[in-house]
């Protein structure tokens, strides 16, 4: 069993920050890729970026210079930095993880996601 668990989304007004992280836990051998998608009410879930293990981020042009994405790989942990938002930022965030799970093998995880609210 793998869970997938994001935290830290909310309401921020235009041009503020938010945090957000993603933990992922159970029968985990290795996590390889862990990254970031959101999705607005009536638009299709789309990248924001990514990291693999041991390689650099790669970001979305739309978040390019706004957003970072860090990892923690012995807390099995992702981060989602925001800063300058947009209202066009509002969304679902969801995390997903590729890990191996030994007898499960090799999948991808999703978390249930994190909404971020950017409104004055």
């Known amino acids: 069993q793998v869970q997938v668990v994001e935290s830290g989304g909310g309401l921020v007004q235009p041009g503020g920050s938010l945090r957000l992280s993603c933990t992922v836990s159970g029968n985990i051998f290795s996590i390889y890729a862990m990254g970031w998608h959101r999705q607005a009410p009536g638009k299709e879930r789309e990248l924001v970026g990514g990291?693999?293990?041991?390689?650099?981020?790669n970001y979305a042009d739309s978040v390019k210079g706004r957003f970072t994405i860090s990892r923690d790989n012995a807390k099995n942990t992702v981060y989602l930095q925001m800063n300058s938002l947009k209202p066009e930022d509002a969304g679902v965030y969801y995390c997903?993880?590729?890990?191996?799970?030994?007898?499960?093998?090799?999948?991808?995880?999703w978390g249930q996601g994190t909404q971020v609210t950017v409104s004055s």
């Open positions: 990291t693999t293990k041991g390689g650099g981020p």
């Open positions: 997903n993880a590729e890990v191996f799970a030994g007898a499960m093998g090799r999948g991808t995880y």
